[in-house]
């Protein structure tokens, strides 16, 4: 989860509220536990999602179900066959928007112990689901076959809080059933339609003839109305079709399962359905996460510059307006998060992201005019940067409260980024931005670099009163996330060379570096824990962040090393990382452990693959310009790989880099040449 913070202080009693004794003090209410998904086999395409148990059985227990924009339009879909249960044998996701279940059933038809019906599921995030009996038997059955269905038409916001509610009553429907309340209504149709539907016992009942070696297929789809057939999920796909190939074969698949993640998770804005930007993850956070949906169009930019157009446009039209400390603000969080989903964000690293992810998307190729449309918005994001610096000269987030060091590198990236697209563009400031950043790299290293015997390090943050905390924590590798200028340059960064070294020799160091990615918290740093946010466990896109900003400030061996860690720990997790998994030291022999509430996917975590492995390559383009640049990691951790399908320019655009890391553009638009770093 990027950045969240509380949105908002707790109100203040005014006079009229009920005053408690002191004697009997009222404890802070707790917050519900989400329940765990990390065993789940969910398939998204938003805003559809399925939730479903290993064995496939929906029993309407728990959060399984189906889902429609946050709506479970069914909680219970029982399988029975021949009056017993099927046994389980696989559950796995077949891709991002689909799931399969493997079953048996022994029927007692055949002597001895072996079954003699298999059964698949191939359930869709659309709603959609084909169930198959093959017979393994020798001679023809007669098999009863029962679907037991049902649903609480809650939302998912109350399933998870554990207030779904009773299953509704039923009524037939041509094909099927369906369920309805003064709000919402759910149809589930069959094909073939069954032999009986009893609307009282939620029931479909057929009786299947099958033949040695025959199969017999029911398809079941549940849509939110009575039309046959479940509406599409997915938007106009805005991100190209690319592909990794290479000397390890798990950087193809953990590259093809990123784009496909990513794009299930796409979103149409309901002002302009034009417009998609990536959900921030499932199951709990499908909707709009603008620091989150920014930080994935950014790392999604060698896959073109759309997905970063329409998500600035879509947060462009809730940019704060008038006069006001609120003026230029993009928002926080507009999902309607309820209490026991994550906090919200205060909108402060959105804001911040919003020009700088402007500026580099124009340098892959964004259309000069688009540029135009959004550089008014970037200006008011730049002017309420200005306006929201503190009397000590940073940032804080949220105010009042802590100056984060995350946060004073995305106000010095949107500064100098800024200001390049400023000059750009023909618009004034530039110069006056980039003395801004050039005061705040001063401060900053005065005020939060920590002196030490082992060289210091980076204070977490500044408290309000100005005293440093000394914790090292992951949110430092956005120091060296510089940013990309014209000409295949990187922005300067807060620290200066001698620091930026031994921040890159602490985030290389076992206490950050589990062995599958970077911890959130040093491990001996006070508040440790392996399963902790911001406290401990490995988050994917701030690891990726780190394997980036390492390799493009020079320090490939630890770079090298956490994208290995990732790549090892995306294998674990069949190549879908978790937006956050614990950090548990890696030993031999182990796997990363799964943290139980986790988005899976996260719109962060598919994008992490995509920035990770493009890191390697080192693509530095400068599309006004007509040029392109690389740096490729030259150790070649991973050996020879080839991008293919990339867009720069709007063209195609593949590079391979060899086993001695060399470097070779192999497809590019015609307008680009090819130029030293």
Request: hydrophobic share 40%; net charge neutral; aromatic share 4%.
């Amino acid at each position: 989860m990027v950045g969240d913070r509380p949105c908002r202080r707790p109100a203040k009693p005014t006079g009229a509220q009920t005053r408690r004794p002191m004697s009997h003090p009222v404890p802070p209410a707790r917050r519900p536990e989400l329940p765990p998904v990390h065993g789940a086999v969910i398939c998204v395409a938003a805003p559809g999602l399925v939730i479903s148990p290993e064995h496939g059985q929906l029993t309407g227990q728990g959060v399984d179900g189906i889902y429609r924009a946050g709506r479970r339009l069914l909680s219970r879909c029982v399988l029975r066959v021949g009056g017993r249960d099927p046994v389980a044998v696989q559950g796995r996701s077949l891709g991002a928007d689909r799931a399969g279940f493997t079953a048996t059933v022994r029927t007692g038809a055949e002597a001895g112990p072996d079954p003699d019906i298999g059964v698949e599921r191939i359930r869709h995030a659309d709603g959609t689901e084909r169930i198959t009996l093959r017979s393994f038997a020798a001679r023809p059955l007669r098999l009863p076959v029962e679907i037991s269905l049902g649903t609480d038409l809650a939302e998912l916001a109350a399933v998870a809080a554990g207030q779904g509610g009773p299953e509704l009553p039923a009524g037939v429907h041509a094909a099927g059933l369906r369920w309805s309340t003064g709000e919402a209504q759910a149809v589930t149709a069959a094909e073939p339609a069954p032999d009986d539907a009893l609307a009282s016992a939620g029931l479909l009942r057929w009786q299947l003839e099958l033949g040695p070696g025959e199969s017999r297929t029911i398809e079941l789809r549940t849509t939110q109305d009575r039309t046959t057939r479940a509406p599409a999920g997915q938007v106009i796909n805005p991100l190209a079709d690319a592909r990794a190939e290479g000397d390890d074969p798990r950087a193809e698949a953990w590259f093809r399962t990123s784009v496909e993640d990513l794009r299930a998770l796409l979103l149409r804005d309901p002002e302009e359905p034009g417009d998609a930007f990536a959900a921030a993850g499932v199951p709990w956070r499908l909707g709009l996460a603008p620091a989150e949906s920014l930080w994935a169009a950014r790392m999604a930019l060698p896959l073109g510059t759309g997905l970063a157009a329409a998500t600035l446009r879509t947060l462009a039209r809730t940019q704060g307006a008038g006069p006001g400390p609120e003026s230029g603000k993009i928002p926080g969080p507009l999902r309607g998060a309820a209490p026991q989903l994550p906090p919200g964000c205060t909108g402060t690293e959105a804001t911040l992201a919003f020009p700088a992810v402007l500026a580099e998307a124009r340098r892959w190729g964004m259309p000069e005019a688009e540029v135009a449309r959004l550089l008014p918005a970037a200006e008011r994001c730049l002017d309420w940067l200005r306006g929201a610096l503190g009397e000590d000269g940073f940032l804080a987030d949220p105010d009042p409260g802590p100056r984060r060091c995350e946060t004073q590198a995305h106000a010095h990236r949107a500064a100098l980024l800024g200001a390049d697209l400023l000059a750009a563009c023909g618009r004034p400031g530039a110069g006056e931005w980039r003395e801004w950043a050039a005061a705040l790299r001063e401060r900053f290293r005065d005020r939060f670099w920590i002196d030490g015997p082992d060289g210091g390090r980076p204070a977490a943050a500044l408290h309000p009163d100005g005293r440093p905390l000394p914790r090292l924590t992951g949110a430092a590798a956005h120091l060296l996330d510089t940013g990309l200028l014209g000409g295949g340059r990187l922005a300067p960064g807060l620290l200066d060379p001698v620091r930026a070294e031994q921040l890159a020799r602490l985030l290389g160091a076992p206490a950050m570096d589990s062995g599958w990615g970077l911890r959130s918290m040093a491990t001996r740093e006070p508040g440790h824990n392996p399963f902790g946010h911001r406290s401990g466990a490995v988050r994917a896109y701030e690891s990726a962040v780190a394997v980036a900003g390492l390799a493009q400030a020079g320090f490939e061996k630890e770079a090298a090393g956490l994208l290995r860690g990732l790549l090892d720990a995306a294998e674990t997790f069949g190549y879908r990382l978790p937006e956050m998994y614990a950090a548990e030291q890696r030993t031999a022999g182990s796997a990363p452990l799964p943290h139980p509430a986790a988005c899976r996917p996260a719109a962060v975590a598919a994008a992490a693959g995509i920035h990770a492995l493009a890191a390697l390559a080192g693509i530095r383009p400068d599309a006004p310009e007509g040029t392109v640049a690389l740096a490729p990691l030259t150790g070649a951790p991973l050996g020879a790989i080839r991008l293919s399908g990339l867009r720069v320019s709007g063209e195609p655009f593949a590079v391979r880099v060899s086993r001695l890391g060399l470097g070779m553009v192999e497809e590019a638009a015609d307008v680009l040449q090819l130029c030293g770093r």
